[in-house]
């Protein structure tokens, strides 16, 4: 009894990972269709800024959920401006030029930080289940993940920056025409998918240990969780990270680390075998 | 008399040469050290340390006059953590700068990389790390701690201190393959039990399943050889999961690259390992290394077991050249074959004729407070593993990596 209700603590962890790894990208590359191979640098710099700013004393939850998407966002902004802009509807363009991005972020890091692993400890303690010590860490990832995901519908749906958004990228010439500028919304939405990028990137710092290579570990679960998701931002991002996550964990309980991930990627190329179109390209139809 | 124009620029600079430098320089020129480390990139924790012990090991042998009265010149390559680069200057060092010896490589990958090209173009080699054991060739010198060297004594240690039920978590390449059957080995020779074991790819940084699955098989110790930055999320979670006080730990890898500094005192608190050097040794040998280093780089403080390791493997190969009294490669080797000792900031480091490995002691060390607490000494611990499978003064040709069975 104590260890489904462990199993099922990490099933849903490893969900919320994904989710909260996938999400920026979802943003920027689903919605926006800009190819970003920087987004693991993206969460990279995410880590960095929530360890230099608890070095400087800040705060652990204020670096990580309000230092670190602000900081990110705004070098996404910056970034943006000065390359992306340039390359809106170019996909290979956008992936050489995000990719040599990556490369740059990589290069500065190592610069300012070196290329020691560094960290910081979890800030939140483990608790007993029955027989069991869970971290409570991962109820506090489960939590942010699922926040972030209503936050992102109820944007989304609920305020008209989120209806244009969305217009302005599905017609961007009707929303020019509609006297909206397409250019600031692009970079309104540039912003908000790497800000969330860093969300991300903070938020995991503490479980793992940093180094400036480390958004290379990322960078292709992030891809197959939102190409196999499909279409529909939302219910895409969901439907894919609920089951990868759940294969994951399962074939990683049940017979080894190695079997777990490669029974994800066994499961993506099944995945996209069957429906070419991601899930919400076959189930979902349409929804958000 | 046909002169081509090669030859000509030679004897030209031969003869400004001699006109420039001293009489007894000239008669023997330096002797060439060859360094290839990975002094940049993803394993500079490493390779930086590494490339300062050789520094000093040269500045220390030229304080002292040098050896057969001639300097040591360094010849360094900085191969940037990339593979593919340990080739191309290997066969740089050996072929156009003609060094007389090559310390280096990191990662066994690299070692094997650069190892054959020595072999071939007769270029002594030291390969001075910590690794999984079996090298069999007379051409190379090895000065790290094999896992029997280092196994054999952790395990009763850490039993002692926990119980008898063992878990191992290990990285999935040739080193925690390996090191876990060494594991497996001296567990059950010492009356324990393995209860599960399990091994990680490089790059997997979530423990959370594993964490709660060494708990289902509720372990007194857990073992860990798990290697890099992605691996040094175990030893956070395992902590941030409030395990630290439940179920021993111990490691074979962690603390080689100084990364207990990079754990707080809460997650690395209390982890044993065994090592042959730790910076918390309390000998003379060691407070005056300490002291020249940080005179040296600036008050640095980042020397570590394999940057120690280097320094000996430095000093061993000056003092073969020593009682060799010659450059010869063949000589040298013989030199060493007859057991040359030399005491360093590990302790005491002696050669191996049969497999040219370290006879050397080994620490029995605790994590306190980001420190490496020494806890006992075994003194001059033999290369089990690899003199079970090795032995070159039977059959010098040998030129094998043995896959140690157990």
């Known amino acids: 009894m104590d260890l489904s209700f462990v199993i099922a603590v990490e099933v849903l962890y490893a969900v919320a990972s994904l989710v909260l790894i996938s999400a920026g990208l979802a943003v920027v590359f689903g919605m926006m269709k800009v190819i970003n191979l920087a987004h693991g640098e993206f969460m990279m710099l995410g880590g960095y800024t929530t360890i230099t700013a608890v070095g400087l004393g800040v705060n652990v939850f204020v670096a990580m959920l309000v230092i670190a998407p602000l900081v990110v966002g705004l070098v996404g902004l910056i970034v943006e401006r000065l390359v992306i802009r340039h390359l809106y509807g170019r996909l290979v363009d956008t992936m050489l030029a995000t990719w040599g991005l990556s490369l740059v972020f990589i290069g500065l890091a190592t610069m300012i930080f070196g290329n020691t692993t560094t960290g910081i400890s979890t800030p939140i303690p483990g608790f007993a289940v029955g027989d069991y010590q869970i971290s409570g860490y991962n109820f506090f990832i489960i939590v942010v993940a699922a926040v972030l995901v ?104 049940a017979i080894s680390p190695v079997i777990g991930e490669v029974a994800l990627l066994v499961a993506a190329v099944v995945l996209l075998r069957l429906m070419p179109q991601g899930i919400t390209g076959r189930f979902f139809k349409g929804k958000l | 008399m046909s002169l081509n124009r090669r030859d000509f620029l030679g004897r030209t600079a031969a003869l400004t040469t001699t006109a420039m430098l001293p009489t007894a320089v000239f008669a023997d020129g330096t002797i060439k050290l060859g360094s290839i480390l990975d002094a940049s990139g993803p394993f500079d924790a490493y390779g930086k340390p590494m490339d300062q012990a050789m520094r000093m090991a040269v500045a220390e042998i030229n304080e002292a006059g040098g050896l057969l009265g001639r300097q040591v010149e360094v010849t360094a ?11 191309q200057y ?89 090191t876990a059957r060494w594991i497996q080995k001296f567990v059950a020779d010492n009356g324990g039990e393995v209860v599960g074991t399990d091994f990680f790819p490089l790059d997997v940084s979530d423990f959370g399943s594993t964490i709660a699955k060494v708990q289902t098989a509720s372990p007194d110790l857990v073992i860990a050889p798990l290697v890099g930055g992605a691996h040094l999320s175990f030893f956070r979670q395992w902590a941030a999961a409030g395990m630290k006080d439940k179920i021993a730990l111990a490691s074979t890898t962690l603390g080689v690259g100084n990364e207990h500094k990079v754990l707080t005192p809460e997650e690395g608190n209390g982890i044993m390992c065994a090592y042959n050097y730790s910076q918390e040794l309390n000998t003379p040998e060691n407070a005056q290394f300490k002291e020249k280093w940080a005179a040296m780089f600036d008050g640095d403080q980042s020397m570590h077991e394999i940057a120690v390791s280097h320094y000996h493997g430095i ?18 080797i013989e030199a060493l074959e007859t057991g040359i000792s030399i005491m360093g900031p590990g302790g005491k480091v002696t050669v191996d004729p049969k497999t040219h490995h370290a006879v050397l002691d080994v620490h029995l060390m605790q994590m306190q407070d980001q420190q490496m607490k020494v806890i006992e000494t075994l003194p001059q611990r033999q290369p089990v593993d690899t003199q079970a499978v090795c032995d070159l003064s039977a059959n010098p040709n040998d030129n094998t990596q043995y896959e140690i069975q157990i």
């Open chain 1, 150 to 253: 209503i936050a992102m519908l109820a944007v989304l749906r609920g305020t008209r920056a989120g209806l244009i958004a969305r217009g302005t990228m599905q017609r961007a010439d009707i929303a020019a025409a509609l006297g909206y500028s397409p250019d600031r919304i692009y970079m309104a939405t540039f912003f908000c998918g790497s800000a969330l990028s860093g969300l991300a990137g903070a938020v995991l710092a503490p479980l793992v240990g940093l180094v400036p290579t480390s958004g290379g570990a990322y960078i292709a679960k992030a891809f197959i969780t939102v190409i196999a998701g499909g279409p529909s931002l939302i219910a895409g991002l969901l439907s894919s990270a609920t089951s990868f996550g759940v294969v994951n964990q399962v074939f990683t309980f």
């Open chain 2, 77 to 87: 390559y900085d191969t940037q953590s990339d593979m593919a680069l340990y080739s």
């Open chain 2, 315 to 332: 000093k061993t190969w000056a003092e073969g050249v020593r009682q060799a009294g010659s450059l010869d490669r063949m000589a040298i």
């Open chain 2, 90 to 178: 290997g066969q740089q060092l050996t072929r156009q700068d003609k060094v007389d010896v090559v310390h280096g490589g990191i990662l066994s990958a690299s070692r094997e990389a650069i190892r054959q090209t020595m072999r071939k173009t007769k270029t002594l080699y030291f390969y001075n790390v910590l690794y999984e054991g079996g090298v069999c060739d007379r051409n190379i010198f090895i000065n790290g701690v094999t896992p029997a060297q280092q196994v054999e004594a952790l395990v009763p240690f850490a039993m002692k201190n926990s119980g008898k039920k063992v878990y191992i978590l290990a990285a999935d390449y040739n080193y925690g393959q390996i």
